[in-house]
Nanobody, 121 residues
Framework: QVQLVESGGGMVQTGASLRLSCAAS????????LAWFRQAPGKEREFVARISWSGAGTYSDSVQGRFTISRDNAKNTVYLQMNSLKPEDTAVYYCAAGMVTDRRPSSYDYWGQGTQVSVSS
């Protein structure tokens, strides 16, 4: 069992930066692939970024070059550095963990409660 708790969301203006954190507790953190998803009102949950146990990251086209995912295995924490934020980045951001991970939400076994990110124009 893995418990995930996100933090770091907030309200910012276009062009600002935020860093989200996801603290994990439970078993074998380093064995899991980790990802960030987001969900805007009325829309499906969408993939943002994921990072393997070895630290290799992949991104959606909409955030490539602006967002950076990283993990600190010693702190059992995964981060999402978000730069050059746009109003279309407004959503609830979720941290997820799974053994076999890709871009589909159904591939992940554990989810955090989410943190709100709001970007005004």
């Amino acid at each position: 069992q893995v418990q995930l708790v996100e933090s770091g969301g907030g309200m910012v203006q276009t062009g600002a930066s935020l860093r989200l954190s996801c603290a994990a507790s439970g078993r074998a953190f380093t064995s899991y692939g980790l990802a960030w998803f987001r969900q805007a009102p009325g829309k499906e949950r969408e993939f943002v970024a994921r990072i393997s146990w070895s630290g290799a990251g992949t991104y959606s086209d909409s955030v490539q070059g602006r967002f950076t995912i990283s993990r600190d295995n010693a702190k059992n924490t995964v981060y999402l550095q978000m730069n050059s934020l746009k109003p279309e980045d407004t959503a609830v951001y979720y941290c997820a963990a799974g053994m076999v991970t890709d871009r589909r939400p159904s591939s992940y076994d554990y989810w955090g409660q989410g943190t709100q990110v709001s970007v005004s124009s």
